[in-house]
């Protein structure tokens, strides 16, 4: 097999001469490295150094190569994966808005590969309310970023924003080539989540909302990437961050949910419905706050109508081919009413969970049941992260079987 093409970008701080270490641990793990710097970078760390390295030329600054008239889009193309090590507030700032002002940025725009982005800076500049919103935005689009570590900082400081050791950096990334090349089973493969719960105004203050805590679907939606796979997550607002590599799209309402759904299902090989979405939303939300006392005839009896039901509607226009996995939240009669869903929804499979007594909601670990046409298949306890993995293999196994 042909060595993986690991593109190094190093911007200007003064974890910039650990990436030479960052790129000797790559290229010992097997990978062909090339780098671009920004101009800032060679400012503490000589192209030099880097040539010599990786026996190959540097990218530095902007497009200034009177070889090449379209350095960045080659750089981009000879990519597997694109490593910003480390990576500045300000760099990550422009990747995160677009901005392609030199050779590094432009490629970064420019490339189709994974990025895993390694931040590194001063503690303020990386807590900044600024650096954490644009991280945010980077690892909703799928790109990975690799959380600094906590430790001395070459200002003086202690605190989150030091590079991860050059080895834990080349192997997050070897991971993640694994997970993206032959090795993961779901490698060319895209699967649809829905996660958390969904929310339905009663009033401009009030909601009805339920208890996801949304773990379950983030546990898929994470598995599947690690698995190699191009994995949308639709989400209702949930306390956990985008898995990394995965593209989270943030819904509130049921309709929200469905139209969002809507738009990844047809390209899905698999779909899994993890959402706990509202059954009913009030009829008539009232844009206004409703006020005790004028308003206690309508606070008292808020009348409710049906949502889409997201699975059911999606899963009605399943192609051959497709997957389809739902969940069944019970409390009474798991089996039967597990069972009774996955013919009313059309779904293949039904993973039921018992969430009597406040089980599941809100837990790292689940005891399912799958659920299929074949029968029913009590799994023993597990942690929502394996138990994600177990419906992943089905799904594998179904797309196998065709
Ligand atoms: N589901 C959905 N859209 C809805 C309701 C449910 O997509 N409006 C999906 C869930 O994501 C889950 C499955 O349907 O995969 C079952 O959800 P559950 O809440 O257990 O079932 P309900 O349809 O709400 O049925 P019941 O109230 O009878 O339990």
Redesign the pocket.
């Given at each position: 097999m042909s060595k993986p093409h690991v593109l190094l970008g190093v911007t200007g701080c003064i974890a910039a001469y650990k990436a030479a270490e960052v790129l000797r641990a790559l290229q010992k793990r097997g990978a062909e490295v090339r780098v671009v710097m920004t101009r800032q970078a060679a400012e503490f760390v000589g192209p030099a150094t880097f040539r010599a390295l990786a026996d190959a030329p540097v990218g530095v600054g902007g497009f200034d190569d009177p070889q090449d008239a379209i350095p960045h889009i080659r750089a981009a193309e000879w990519a597997d994966l694109l490593l910003v090590a480390p990576c500045t507030a300000n760099v990550a700032a422009k990747l995160a808005h677009g901005i392609a002002d030199d050779l590094l940025t432009s490629t970064a725009l420019a490339c189709t590969a994974p990025i895993m982005v390694a931040p590194a800076m001063n503690v303020h500049m990386y807590e900044a309310a600024a650096t954490q919103a644009n991280l945010a935005v980077l690892r909703e689009r799928g790109v990975h970023v690799l959380d600094a570590e906590s430790g001395y900082l070459a200002c003086g400081e202690a605190g989150p924003g030091r590079l991860p050791e050059p080895a834990a950096v080349a192997d997050a990334v070897l991971a993640l080539l694994e997970g993206n090349g032959a090795g993961g089973d779901l490698a060319g493969r895209r699967v649809l989540v829905?996660a958390g719960p969904t929310v339905e105004s009663v009033d401009a203050v009030r909601f009805l909302s339920n208890r996801s805590s949304g773990k379950m679907g983030y546990a898929v939606a994470e598995a599947a990437a690690a698995r190699g796979a191009d994995v949308t997550l639709v989400s209702g607002p949930v306390a956990l961050d985008a898995p990394s590599g995965v593209h989270r799209v943030a819904v509130g309402t049921?309709d929200e949910m469905l139209a969002a759904a809507r738009a990844a299902f047809d390209g899905a090989d698999v779909a899994v419905?993890?959402?706990?979405?509202a059954?009913r939303r009030p009829a008539r939300p009232v844009e206004r706050k409703l006020k005790k006392g004028a308003d206690d005839a309508a606070l008292a009896a808020i009348e409710l109508e049906p949502?889409?039901?997201?699975?059911a509607t999606l899963a009605a226009g399943k192609q051959p081919g497709q997957f389809v996995v739902?969940?069944?939240?019970?409390t009474d009669d798991v089996a039967a009413?597990a069972a009774r869903?996955l013919e009313a929804?059309g779904a293949d499979m039904v993973v039921a969970n018992d969430v009597s007594d406040g089980k599941a909601f809100g837990a790292d670990d689940n005891e399912a049941l799958l659920v299929t046409a074949a029968g029913v298949e009590p799994l023993p306890p597990m942690a929502k992260r394996a138990l994600a993995d177990v419906i992943l293999d089905r799904a594998v196994a179904a797309l196998a079987a065709g």
């Open positions: 829905t049921a419905f993890a959402a706990a979405v059954d949502t889409p039901d997201v699975l739902g969940f069944a939240a019970e009413n869903k929804k």
